[in-house]
């Protein structure tokens, strides 16, 4: 049994997209129309280094994770499609895309203006602890009084993200080199995934309000439960999400317990025999589960 997966944030790179725009030059020209700007030229030239920011990043990187999955249904029957969808944060959009919840104009426009309410929040930062487990982080983070930072996003057993105001971020950083413990910054303009997200949340859900999203053709896991979305809960789930944890850990192990057995992702990269990074994050979540 098969998911598809979809990259969020962090996937982007200059030159993405180079084999696919040729090939789908309508739904280009649709998305820079509603943009307002090329797509082709912030993908492969970035010539103002946009692609960085959050409010460009989003709609550049949902473009291109959808044309990377139109190309790969086109080349394999109908009898190889995924029987379960999920996204990591933005990738959960494409993942709804595909899914059937609403169209690419419809997508475009939502992340949009998830990257704009999102890019809003300033005075934040990310990071990432790597090889060390979430007891351990937890019990990091109250032993030094790090009230203020949010666990972000749980991407593998041992791949941590926690979020909060940048200057206790930076703290942490310096924390974690005296430990030992391998704290890396994430290229990230505000405090994703945390409660300091709590006002843009609220803004984006008047957005969504009365949009008419349809439930889901394909089983779609959700980043806040790591659980299918139910009929009427989109907009509700979507809105909760970008102040929410990323729940990747429990979401793939979910996935395996329905049988999967295979798992592609879709984005700027070519599906490739050297894993991507959700396939990695997979494959370390496989190893934990096996032991």
Known sequence: ??????????????????????????????????????????????????????????????????????????????????????????????????AGCFDFETGLRLVQKRGQVMAEVSGGGMAVLLGISTEEVMKLLQDNGFESIDLANFNSPSQIVVSGPAADISRLECLCDARGVKCLMVNASGPFHSRYMRTAQLVFEKFLHGLGLKSPQIPVISNVSA???????????????????????????????????????????????????????????????AA
């Open 1 to 98: 049994m098969r998911a598809v997966l979809f990259p969020g944030q962090g996937a982007q790179f200059k030159g993405m997209g180079k084999d696919l725009f040729p090939i789908y030059p309508d739904q280009t020209e649709l998305a820079s129309s509603v943009l307002g700007y090329s797509i082709e030229t912030l993908c492969l030239e970035d010539p103002h280094d946009l692609l960085r920011l959050t409010q460009y990043t989003q709609p550049a990187l949902f473009v291109i994770n959808a044309l990377r999955y139109w190309c790969w249904q086109e080349n394999h029957p109908a009898n190889e499609h995924p029987a379960f969808l999920a996204g990591h944060s933005l990738g959960e959009y494409n993942a709804l895309l595909a």
């Open 227 to 289: 659980r299918p979305y139910r009929d009427g809960d989109i907009e509700r789930t979507l809105g909760t999400q970008i102040a929410h944890s990323v729940n990747w850990v429990d979401s793939i192990r979910y996935l395996m317990d329905q049988g999967v057995d295979e798992f592609l992702e879709m984005g700027p990269k070519l599906p490739a025999a050297r894993p991507t990074e959700l396939i990695r994050m997979v494959n370390d979540i496989r190893k934990v589960v």
